[in-house]
């Protein structure tokens, strides 16, 4: 069974950034992509980047294109997402996910799921 445990939310200002971590244990039938969503309140939950096993970087999100980079270490079995120039409407439960791949960042289409980390961004 496949378990991801994101960390590295909190508390940042305006311009600030922050590193989440998705680390992954468990069984996995084979090399997986990994992908970023976020959900604000209110809102739909809404894909932000996606990465396969080799590395090919899929960018959903146009907003935060330039500011916001995904990343993997096969090696730990964890991914990465590199939050820069932080903005309050960035703030929203970050999410990563499993899936077969990045073709769609439907979050339907993504199989397992973390708990989610909170990101809160304010002066």
């Known amino acids: 069974q496949l378990q991801l445990v994101e960390s590295g939310g909190g508390l940042v200002q305006p311009g600030g950034s922050l590193r989440l971590s998705c680390a992954t244990t468990?069984?996995?039938?084979?090399?997986?992509?990994i992908a970023w969503f976020r959900q604000a309140p209110g809102k739909e939950r809404e894909g932000v980047s996606c990465?396969?096993?080799?590395?090919?970087?899929?960018n959903y999100a146009d907003s935060v294109k330039g500011r916001f980079t995904i990343s993997r270490d096969n090696g730990k079995n964890t991914a990465y997402l590199q939050m820069n120039s932080l903005k309050p409407e960035d703030t929203a439960v970050y999410y990563c996910?499993?899936?077969?791949?990045?073709?769609?960042?439907?979050?339907?289409?993504?199989?397992?799921w973390g708990q989610g980390t909170q990101v809160t961004v304010f002066s």
């Open positions: 990465i396969t096993s080799s590395g090919v970087v899929t």
């Open positions: 468990g069984f996995i039938l084979n090399w997986p992509a």
């Open positions: 996910a499993v899936g077969g791949g990045c073709r769609t960042g439907a979050p339907a289409d993504f199989g397992s």
